[in-house]
């Protein structure tokens, strides 16, 4: 019985044995792969402290355009005012122009049967004035040959 005990103890020391070989094997690789994050890490901070010195010169550099064209704005504003001014003088000048146009029609159609009038007068002089003349003319025709017929 004795020697059972024995064997079993032998077994128990193998199978502790074994388990710790394979718990070591664990740890190694445990140890390597925690070592290799460590490294990928540094390299990672000392990267990204890099972008960061990057990306700080970008936002500074962002901030100085920024404040360019808040300035170049600010210059140019008044010059959209003055569009806007001339815009607005342009729509005053053209409500004038459509205003003294529509004054303009209502004269002319108001005067419209008083110029009709006065060019129906004005034919009818020269209506008269032409007969006045052939009448003038029969007459100095009828005169002459009246003057041969005496002769």
Known sequence: M??????????AAIAL??????????????SQTIDEVAKTVEKMTTELQGISGEAQKMLDKAN??????????AKVDPVFDAIGDVGT?????????????????????????????????SNSILAFKDKMKANKAAKEAAKEAHQEKTV
């Open 64 to 73: 100085d355009l920024l404040e360019d064209v808040n300035g170049k704005v």
């Open 17 to 30: 044995l074994v388990i710790a070989i394979y718990l070591s094997k664990t740890l190694k690789s445990t």
């Open 89 to 121: 003088s342009m729509l005053g000048l053209s409500q004038s122009v459509r205003e003294l146009a529509t004054l303009a029609t209502n004269k002319v159609s108001a005067n419209e049967k008083k110029v009709a009038q006065a060019i129906s007068i």
């Open 2 to 11: 004795i020697v059972i005990l024995y064997i079993a103890a032998l077994v």
